[in-house]
């Protein structure tokens, strides 16, 4: 018996050491020589630590703070959580007239009428459920109460060149079609200012400041400038020459007054008067209203596979600001982070080290060890209430997500199931990895001030993934 524990002993101290070999040839990888790394991989189930360098480092995690973010969420409210965004009125219906107003009542639901999920003729609905009550005139206005959240709908930490596009919209308790809308121009010669064709959806009063320029290039290299709730708008950078039609997105300004400007508009072309403009709520009244109507989103399970396999920002910073009201009556990001800390804290995580300005990991300011996201995978793996959906929300190396091309043609495609993440001069990979014993890894590969072409990077984090169990 003693022979067999010296033999395995052996063998585990020659892998030990040749997965270290692997990650002392990983840092010194050129594109690394400056770069700042926290990197850990463990078997979950014996919890042996295989690879590992400065794994207590705090580290910016770009999108793999979404696997804190979403993680978090399951665990507070399951998977089967829907938000519900209601219809309500005040005062009373007298002879076909509303003497009050209607109000669309905010949960914080990022899918209404989102391109990627939900109902995205939701209107009709809501215009079908006014006609219902025999409402003809309303005297009051639309109201969009979105007091649930906070108007701090993003970020203080994010950059301004990030601030008006899609990928950075903001977070709010009435959100819609993703908070996006499309410019679509045309462009003539190189160096000439592209020609605005048209804004889909037309937001009232947004104006834009046209700085941008043709360029003798395919790709998107135009951002759109502007703070929340402020309509003026200024687009800077290029977009290819001689396109018939080229479309950029930005982030619409104030989604809950356009909530209740395009349901006035909606309401009017179906007949029914409204004495007032559209307002946005942000401070709950507390006045005493009547629901008549409950939009309904597709269940958090779905959000979140969504999240995790598109890396889809807007949906994440939702949930973030949402999981704030287990502290809080009214969401923000300072709730938020208490509560996420408080949550892991409770399950036996360090925390001390955790710093998040959002849920997306869009802000360049965030920190993380590999060594946390690495204890939460391991949780979600082994006691989680809701492993199931959180491992089916992961991208499949080689296969999925965004990570379809991470490890292809590799004898591990489909074995890592990955969240990604990617900021300037920053890449990470955060999952979980099944060698060919089905022994399961967690891992957390998070790299910072990398230099060279991204490509580079990649190549070395897919050679130090591959030496595992060889």
């Known amino acids: 018996m003693r022979k067999l524990y010296v033999v395995f002993y052996f063998i585990f101290f020659a892998f030990y050491l040749s997965a270290q070999e692997a990650v002392e040839s990983f840092i010194r990888a050129s594109c690394f020589s400056n770069a700042n790394i926290s990197l850990l991989l463990k078997e979950i189930d014996s919890e042996k630590i295989i690879m590992s360098h400065r794994q207590d480092n705090l580290t910016v995690p770009a999108s793999t703070a979404k696997l804190i973010t979403t993680a978090t969420a399951l665990e507070l409210l399951d998977g089967d959580f829907v938000f519900e965004t209601k219809l309500q009125y005040d005062g009373e219906i007298r002879h076909g007239e ?8 905010g949960s914080g639901d990022p899918t ?3 391109t990627y999920m939900g109902d995205t003729a939701f209107f ?5 459920a006014v006609k219902q009550l025999g409402i003809k005139k309303i005297t009051g206005a639309i109201i969009a ?11 203080p930490k994010w950059l301004w060149e990030d601030m008006g596009n899609y990928y950075a919209a903001g977070a709010y308790g009435i959100s819609m079609y993703d908070n996006t809308y499309t410019l679509t121009f045309k462009t003539s010669d190189v160096g000439t200012i592209p020609q605005l064709v048209s804004i889909n959806p037309e937001i009232p009063g947004l104006t834009f400041s046209l700085q941008i320029k043709a360029a003798n290039n395919q790709k998107d290299s135009a951002y759109i400038y502007g703070a929340p709730f402020c309509n003026e708008r200024f687009v800077y950078g290029s977009i290819p020459a001689n396109k018939a039609l080229f479309s950029i997105k930005g982030d619409i300004p104030n989604p809950p007054l356009y909530a209740a400007q395009l349901f006035t508009q909606k309401l009017q072309a179906n007949g029914i008067e409204i004495s007032n403009p ?6 709950n009244k507390n006045i005493e209203r009547k629901e008549f109507f409950v939009e309904v989103s597709p269940p958090l399970a779905n959000i979140i596979a969504n999240i995790n396999q598109r890396s889809n920002n807007h949906y994440a910073e939702h949930l973030f600001r949402y999981i704030g009201l287990d502290n809080s009556k009214q969401a923000g990001i300072a709730a938020s982070m208490q509560a996420i800390k408080a949550f892991w804290l409770a399950r036996g995580l360090d925390v001390s080290g955790l710093v998040l300005y959002d849920g997306s990991g869009l802000s360049p300011v965030n920190g993380v060890s590999a060594q946390f996201l690495v204890e939460l995978l391991s949780y979600q793996y082994k006691s989680s209430i809701s492993n ?5 929300s992961l991208p499949i190396a080689g296969e999925s997500g965004t990570v379809k091309n991470f490890l292809k043609n ?8 990955v969240k990604s993440g990617s900021l300037y001069r920053t890449q990470c990979y955060a999952g979980y990895l099944s060698d060919k014993d089905d022994k399961w890894y967690a891992f957390a590969i998070l790299i910072n001030n990398y230099s060279g072409p991204r490509t580079n990077v990649l190549n070395e984090i897919e050679k130090l993934l591959l030496s595992v169990g060889k």
């Open 278 to 283: 559209p307002l946005a709520l942000f401070e």
């Open 112 to 114: 209404l009428g989102s």
């Open 388 to 392: 199931e959906d959180f491992f089916n």
């Open 124 to 128: 009709k609905k809501w215009i079908d």
């Open 145 to 155: 109460d979105a007091s649930i959240f906070s108007t701090e709908g993003i970020s």
């Open 98 to 105: 509303l003497h009050g107003n209607i109000y669309i009542l």
């Open 410 to 417: 590799t004898r591990l495609k489909g074995k890592v199931y």
